[in-house]
Structure formats: C-alpha cells, structure tokens
C-alpha cells in the first residue's frame, strides 16, 4: 500500500494592515504518529500581544517547538491550543514549530482545525479569521513508511526470531518540572519503552543560555553547554529518571524547549520529541509556594500628572471634588489617580462622568496587573475585554 501523495496548504488570508496566518504540515499524518506542523506568521507591522486559536478534532493534539517568545496553553475540555504574546517577535514574519500528535485509534479520513489570530490596532481589537485547515489521516502502511515521531506499539516477538520485534516498540519521552526550596527549578526526563543495550541520545535545546546543573544522569554521559544539555548512552539500561537543574529559571519558556529523544532500533535511527508535560501532580503542593496566582488586573482614571506635589486637599478646593484620590510618584512626576474598577468599561463611564462633571484636563483610563503599571492594550488583551473610545 503505497501512502497518497497530498499537498498540504494552509490558509492565507489578507485583512487591512497585511497580517496573513498560513499554516503546512510536511507530510501525511498517521495514526499514532507525530507530524511537523508549521504556522508561519506575517505580522502587518504589529509589535505587541497577539494570540493564535487552534481547534483541533478530538483524536488531535498539537505540542510545540518552537513559539517565538509565545506561550501555549490548552482548553483540554474543547481540545483547544491557544499561543499567546505580550511582545510579538521583531521580525516581521516568523515560523512556529509545532507537532501535530494523531491517537493510535484515530480512524483514516479527512480531517479539519479551526482557528482564529487576535491582535490589537490602533488600541482596538481585531481578529483574522481564516478558511479551516484541512488535511487527512491516512492508514499507515508499516512496511514503506519511515518512523515518523512516535513508534508504534511493538509487534510480539516472532516463533523463528523470539528477541526481535518487526517494529519498534512503544517508546515515550516526555518533561516534567518543580520549583525547589532553593529557587531553582528541577527538570525530569522520563523515558519509556526504550529497548536495553543500544545507542541512545537525549537533548534539550533551550531558547536562550541557562545556567544548568545535573543531578542524575541515569547513567548517561552528560554534556552541558549554554543552550543546551545532552545525555548519551552507548548502551542503553533504564536506572531511572534524567534530572537536571536551572539557576536562572523563567518558568514562562519551558513550552519553547526541544528535547528530541534518538536511538538505533534493528539497525536504524528513530527520533521523537520530548513532550513537556509541566508540574507533575504528586508536585503541586510541594510547589504552591512557588507558583503565585495571576495578578488582578484592574483599572483607574488618571486625572492629573504634574511636576509639583500639591497638597491632599487641592482638588477639592480648586474643583471642588471631594472623592478618594492616590498619589504616586513615577520618574519625577506626581501622578493623582481616582477609583478602582474590575472592568474596562466601568472604568471608561466613570472617566466621562469625570469629564461632564469637573474641569480636569483630558483624564484618561490606566491599568494594572498587581502593584505594576501595564498599558491598557495588554489588560484588555490578556481579559478579552474590548476597547471602548
């Protein structure tokens, strides 16, 4: 059974402003399989927050390489990727890595995502919303087709040779991690399924340098270099997990690491990827301390700013407005800020009571995340709010 020959193109649509989303997966996906799958991405000009929707069918799941400074998170009830950016990268067209996972029981057939790409201009919100993706899952044809991400099951040994298996067996990798008492964080290596007594090589490539230390190598051979860390085995016995340490840790960028697990089986070369798992739940207690909820995002009305500290009273003898007001300073300014709203929207109707009822000058909406100062584009952006003139 020889597999069909496919071409598979993404969308490519161009709203006002040049922002265009296509998407390619490099070859036919199979079940049990993992696939490449590519999202290039022209921005338009944009600089900041964006973020990408991703709905995939049920026997579906997509896991990430390589996201540019972006984010992935998953809405595992609808089976939903969304990649996000505060900062969109500097170049105005960038790739991201992604794979494109298939369950062993997927049936062949043609299949679909469903996506959309947000982003804020000119302080409004909008939202490109390109054709579905459409491709197939094909049967897989065992005896032509390379091993392409996940090995399938191993097949029972036979009567004429019981020690080999036609196929490779089950094998998995996957990375868990935990904040330690000292700061650092801990990361774990579990393999699975790898057949004794082989080549193996395990490898993680960080976005950037880390500072790394190991505390097991599962007897490996471990080498350690500023963005990345290796483990190698000349013949391969599973005595437990791979961990290493971070010292410098952004817990924001493990969703960018690529582990890629290697080893020869009957005779030829097979790599996956490493699939980054994150807390493992035997951890969350021990790592509550670590883990701080979001900060609250909240909003203000600015209603004055000026280079002379003014007395407590002053607005109240000047326009005769008896409200609350905060002071802070910031680079060399007094800042007066007035109210305290959950919403963007409360916030913006009071600022125009403000301006149909007192003499200020052009008061304007501010926003926090905690105790810090954030635009308004990235509150709205990170609530999903929408900009009110």
């Known amino acids: ?47 900041y927050f964006g973020r990408l929707l991703i709905a995939l069918p049920s026997d579906c799941r997509l896991t990430a390489r390589q996201l540019h400074g972006g984010g992935l998170t998953y809405d595992e009830e609808r089976n939903i990727a969304v990649i996000s950016w505060l900062k969109l990268p500097e170049t105005e067209s960038f790739t991201l890595l992604l794979d494109l996972e298939i369950a062993p029981d997927a049936a062949p057939g043609p299949r679909s995502m469903e996506w959309d790409f947000s982003f804020i201009r000119n302080n409004d919100r909008e939202t490109l919303r390109p054709p579905p993706f459409h491709f197939e899952v094909v049967a897989s044809d065992l005896s032509t087709t390379p091993n392409i991400g996940h090995a399938p099951a191993a097949s029972p040994p036979s009567e004429d040779d019981p020690g080999v298996s036609a196929h490779p067996p089950a094998v998995s990798a996957y990375r868990t991690w935990k904040p330690l008492t000292s700061g650092k964080i801990e990361v774990r290596l579990t393999l699975q399924g790898l057949p004794q007594g082989g080549f193996v090589k395990l490898q993680e490539v960080f976005p950037f340098p880390l500072q790394t230390g190991v505390q097991s190598g599962g007897g490996s051979v ?31 960028e493990f969703n960018e690491f ?64 008896g409200f609350p007001i905060k002071e802070e300073v910031d680079a060399g300014w007094f800042k007066y800020l007035n109210g305290s709203f959950n919403f963007y929207e409360d916030a913006r109707n009071h600022r125009e009571d403000l301006n149909e009822q007192y003499a200020f000058i052009g008061p304007f909406v501010v926003s926090r995340m905690g105790k810090d100062r954030i635009s308004v584009q990235e509150a709205l952006t990170r609530t999903g709010e929408h900009w009110i003139p």
């Open 1 to 47: 059974m020889s597999l069909p020959v496919m071409l598979f193109l993404g969308m490519a649509l161009i709203p006002p402003g040049g922002v265009v989303v296509e998407g390619q997966l490099k070859s036919p996906p199979l079940p049990g399989n993992t696939t490449p799958f590519t999202v290039q991405i022209s921005k338009g000009g944009l600089e």
């Open 222 to 252: 471990p080498e350690t270099k500023s963005q990345s860390i290796s483990f190698v085995w000349f013949d391969y016995q599973p005595t437990g997990p791979v961990i290493y340490t971070i010292d410098n840790p952004d817990l924001s």
């Open 258 to 321: 690529i582990g890629t697990l290697s080893y020869v089986y009957d005779g030829r070369a097979v790599e996956l990827a490493v699939l980054n798992v994150g807390i493992p739940d035997s951890q969350l207690d021990l790592s509550i301390d670590f883990q701080p909820a979001a900060p609250e995002i909240r909003y203000e009305v600015q209603l004055a700013a000026i280079k002379t500290k003014v007395v407590t009273d002053y607005f109240k003898q000047r326009l005769e407005f």
